[in-house]
């Protein structure tokens, strides 16, 4: 069974970092993309960033220079470094990956930005 666990949301203050990893049950060479997405209260769950299997990237316009998704093939985890964060950064994060016609999702972890 594939599972994808999410950890490293905590709360933080304003322009503060915050590093969330993805650990995957197989080797993520598996997952032709793997990405972050997010998930404000009231809103609909949104693209942060995604990594492909030859590690082409792809970010939201709202985190680019900010945010940095890497994948560590040897730990078979997908890393999401947020720096410079932002109040409407806070949401619950999601890892997915895709491995053929299958999305697989993680149960999230919530990021807070605040003062």
């Known amino acids: 069974q594939v599972q994808l666990v999410e950890s490293g949301g905590a709360s933080v203050q304003p322009g503060g970092s915050l590093t969330l990893s993805c650990a995957a049950s197989?080797?993520?060479?598996?997952?032709?993309?793997m990405g972050w997405y997010r998930q404000a209260p009231g809103q609909q769950r949104e693209l942060v960033a995604t990594?492909?299997?030859?590690?082409?990237?792809n970010y939201a316009d709202s985190v680019k220079g900010r945010f940095t998704i890497s994948r560590d093939n040897a730990k078979n985890t997908v890393v999401l470094q947020m720096n410079s964060l932002k109040p409407e950064d806070t949401a619950v994060y999601y890892c997915?990956?895709?491995?053929?016609?299958?999305?697989?999702w993680g149960q999230g972890t919530q990021v807070t930005v605040a003062s």
């Open positions: 990594i492909t299997s030859v590690l082409k990237t």
């Open positions: 997915k990956g895709q491995r053929g016609w299958t999305d697989y």
């Open positions: 197989l080797s993520i060479f598996n997952f032709a993309t």
